[in-house]
């Protein structure tokens, strides 16, 4: 304990856990618009899931460390590489998790937007978007999850910062304690965001519950 709080304080820990989170957001910040966008608008036009889906499908379904050695190739082992490779882990989770939100939409809201009179571009923003809220929230925390845990793999393979480079480094050298904290650091971020984005659904939702425990 004493080792994690030591390097917290400004030890090599602290900025290797900086370093990776600052990368996180920039990929997360550009994988989310895309992945929401692209889910979205094939769960809503028939179109764009008939071209896009079999490519989304082929693309999920490839293991990103499977292609970590090419994207090594052409952009080498700084933060371009990082950060493309967090786009890729982020943004299927999100792509798939829009995709179904954008599919849930109730006949009932279908009919009040008819009702209304809304034209396709207002139905999709003041109903469909706001019915999808909890699948583009549980897509952004799986997404953010699965980055963290590749951001631990990139920094052992190809790192030469960041926090997962710190745990192989201390493994080497046979840092017990440093590797520990390492370790205990990872889990706690991933713990965080993960109640960070429970809080956050649990706020931005809680329309869906008021309206469930209304009387038939």
Sequence with gaps: MSTL?????????????????????????????????????????????????????????????????????????????????????????????????????????RETAETFQLNWWRTQWEVALPAATPYLLLGMRQALGASLVMAVVVGMLAGNNGIGFYILESQQSFNINELLAGVVTVAAVGYAINFVFLILEHRLTRWRRTDAAQPR
């Design 5 to 109: 709080v030591e390097q917290l304080a400004g030890g090599a820990l602290l900025w290797a856990l900086l370093d990776t989170l600052r990368l996180l957001a920039i990929g997360f910040a550009i994988a989310a618009p895309l992945g929401i966008g692209l889910g979205f608008l094939m769960g809503r036009v028939r179109v764009a899931w008939a071209l896009l889906e079999p490519i989304v499908e082929i693309a999920r379904l490839h293991p990103t460390t499977a292609i970590i050695p090419v994207i090594i190739l052409f952009l080498g082992i700084g933060d371009a590489m990082k950060i493309t490779v967090f786009i890729l882990t982020a943004i299927f989770p999100m792509v798939t998790s829009a995709y179904a939100g954008a599919q849930s939409l109730s006949p009932t809201l």
